[in-house]
């Protein structure tokens, strides 16, 4: 089963920051948090992933909690290309067993 | 730099008969990975490889499903004889090294009649 929780849905205005919050509150100490989102028809797609620290990268910014039982994921000027599932996804560590186990993920949906 | 690249995009089968999926993933990506995701959910892991061999086949069907990569390349899925049940999309990812970041191509989508 996946480890993580999300809203089923959201909406968000073209143009606005779009935030999908994911719960991870059985996170072990040296798990990673990643994100991927899967446009439709399509295969997922990276989009950043973190550890501790907070996270940007051209596509997105990544905001964990102290305790890292939840983060969010923060696009920050949303267009209609983003409309897509989100996917939240607790790691493993690089050289360790276990794989991405995948939720059913948020499907945003951004509006003009 | 070229992506994971899968065929045929699209089949449709009739139930108990076979089909196979081809993946050649991204150059010099030691780790390939096939996904089945149904409908409404999240991809599911069915197969690792690192190079040739095989990591972890846990959660593929073995009396069905089978799945080589045999010179640690390209990899062919292949389900024999199919059920309604495994229409999905089986997704083909790549990754340089184990754990690092995934990849995917596009998927073929199965639809079994």
């Known amino acids: 089963d996946a480890k993580t929780t999300q809203p089923p849905s959201m909406d968000c205005a073209e143009g606005r920051a779009a935030n999908l919050p994911c719960n991870h509150s059985t996170i072990s100490g040296n798990e990673y948090v990643y994100w991927y989102r899967q446009i439709h028809s399509q295969g997922p797609q990276y989009i950043i992933h973190?550890?501790?620290n907070n996270e940007t990268n051209e596509m997105a910014s990544l905001i964990i909690t102290e305790d890292r039982k939840s983060s969010t994921l923060i696009l920050p000027h949303a267009t209609l290309r983003d409309t897509a599932v989100y996917y939240c996804i607790v790691s493993p560590p690089r050289g360790s067993q276990g794989n991405l186990i995948f939720g059913k993920g948020t499907k945003l949906s951004v509006k003009p | 730099e070229a992506g994971v690249a899968q065929s045929p995009r699209y089949k449709i089968i009739e139930k108990r008969q076979s089909v196979a999926f081809w993946c050649n993933p991204i150059s010099g990506h030691a780790t390939l990975y096939w996904y089945q995701q149904i409908l409404g959910q999240g991809p599911k892991l069915l197969i690792q490889f690192q190079n040739n061999g095989v990591v972890d086949d846990s959660q593929l069907p073995k009396d069905r499903f089978s799945a080589e990569r045999l010179k640690g390349v390209d990899s062919t899925l292949k389900i024999q004889p199919a059920k309604l049940e495994d229409s999905a999309v089986y997704l083909c990812?790549?990754?340089?090294?184990?754990?690092?970041?995934?990849?995917f191509g596009p998927g073929t989508r199965l639809l079994v009649l």
């Open positions: 990812a790549s990754s340089p090294t184990s754990r690092e970041t995934q990849y």
């Open positions: 973190g550890l501790k």
